[in-house]
């Protein structure tokens, strides 16, 4: 689904914010882990399903407040094709609670293989004239070194599916620097270029909002780039990670957003998957601590910017 | 496995090339998709099984003259799960016939996601104590557009496992000068300061023939860059794509080899895979002509490059 779609419920929930769905086994309360392996064995599979029976226990605690959750694609493939297979069933699941689902796969490449690539997660693949739809997620994020060739195949396919993307800008991690943040000939840096270049693949793609189908990601951590990746992107939605556990706080976040608090969305997923960990329970109440960090994270990031 | 395990199956076959295993069902010989459609379906488990029998069938036909396979992740994803199983049985498959595998994922994520990746793909995932090995592949692409957090993870992994990883530094499509061209201030390019990274966040893991475990990848399709990532890396092992279909030539891939005819493979998929469609029958013949169209690439390449 287009942005639209995601800013319709950012407004309708007054939270700008994606729950990231990141499941590592040891995220999983030892009641889950234990009751899965009792019926799957304590291997791949077993640790399959109690990372489904933690993920649905989330998107049902946090459906009616959370507007997106965010599958990152490394910890489905940690766990090989039974992970693939499980993140299929997350995705679905997640899709029939209403909420929009952003799978974060950051893929990158080109012509033929960027299209399979958009096939499998947006627009389904054809065997002998009949679509299959798998993995089926409303967004991606991709990883745009390759150039427009690697973006241009899943705006295709978002066209024509009513989906968008997601490409990284400037990330929020300690190494982002040493390539995005060199500085160019032609003024700026690394990131200024991919900016513009994703500001321009969009263009013709504006919804209802002003906002393309190309998004960007833009680290919370670095509060001055993103302000100023808003200000070089008027017509980008943006994803901010790095809010909460990697040090990105909601003074810092308000940049993404335009004058009317519209324009971007913020991750977290440590602090809302692991909040049982901080409940001093043992982790009985996850999905309950897990509902109260997510409200947290909406009235704080609420403190900085008003959603109108 | 490390680059001294690959550069010693090069000397012995005396074959610089890497086949790749990017199989989309329309390169499926009618047969071979006419068999697994009447056992298991004209679906996405057809397509699979189809597939799966056609890349054994090309392992088995290459494996005496090629030294490596390259299966490309986005043609398993394109078949959700059931083609992310049929890839883990391909490379197991590949590997119990000798060859080294390159698995083609260009992932690139931070920390502790990274890490979860690197699991995945190559060092296997701990469940409770106990590690499970997956997709398992002797080696991985990466893009480095993320820094050096999104390799090291990777490294360390292929490291413990004596395992390797090719990077990212300047691709073989059109669209790749967009940012990898891109002048920087500090002189060079966007892919030179890329070329430089990788080549200093492998040092010290140089193996016997001097490469470190940091690989790069470098199309053909730019002779000239080639060339002068071949100097500025020197204890790099290239990936060269781009050869044939995409439109370089044996004449300009000979710049990716040392002056001893180490250091580098170059991949050919289409070229290969399809060959059976050129030889004017019906594709029953699809192994003899991959295993031809894998010799005349060898022969071809290896008439400008003499491997010591």
Chains 1, 2 share one sequence.
């Not at 990372?51 to 490394?74: E, H, M, R, T, W």
Request: aromatic content about 10%; overall charge negative; some cysteine.
């Amino acid at each position: 689904m287009s942005f639209d779609v995601l800013q319709d419920k950012i407004i309708a929930m007054k939270n700008p914010t994606v729950a990231g769905l990141d499941a590592r086994i040891d995220y999983v309360p030892a009641h889950i882990r234990q009751a899965a392996y009792a019926e799957y064995g304590k291997g791949l599979k077993g640790a399959v399903e109690a990372i489904y029976q933690f993920n649905v226990g989330l998107i049902d605690a946090l459906c009616d407040i959370v507007p997106a959750v965010k599958p990152q694609s490394a910890y489905y493939e940690n766990l090989g094709w039974q992970g693939m297979e499980m993140l299929e069933r997350t995705i679905q699941y997640a899709k029939s609670k209403g909420l929009y689902v952003i799978a974060d796969i950051k893929r990158g490449d080109i012509g033929s293989t960027a299209s399979a690539y958009a096939e499998g997660w947006l627009s389904g693949t054809a065997v002998e004239g009949e679509t299959f739809k798998t993995f089926d997620a409303d967004c991606v994020t991709l990883n745009g070194y390759m150039g427009s060739d690697s973006i241009n195949p899943f705006l295709d396919a978002a066209k024509a599916e009513d989906k968008a993307v997601f490409a990284l800008v400037k990330t929020s991690n300690p190494g982002s620097g040493e390539l995005q943040d060199v500085g160019v000939n032609r003024g700026g840096t690394v990131y200024g270029v991919m900016a513009r270049l994703l500001e321009k693949l969009g263009q013709g793609t504006e919804g209802k909002y002003g906002y393309t189908r190309v998004g960007a990601v833009t680290g919370a951590t670095h509060p001055a780039e993103l302000a100023q990746i808003r200000t070089m992107m008027p017509h980008t939605f943006l994803l901010v990670p790095g809010y909460g556990a990697q040090g990105g706080t909601a003074e810092d976040v308000k940049f993404a957003f335009q004058e009317n608090g519209h324009g971007a969305i913020v991750n977290s997923s440590r602090g809302i998957m692991c909040a049982w960990k901080k409940t001093g329970g043992d982790g009985h109440d996850f999905q309950e601590a897990a509902r109260n960090a997510a409200i947290a994270m909406r009235d704080d990031i609420c403190r900085f910017t008003t959603i109108q």
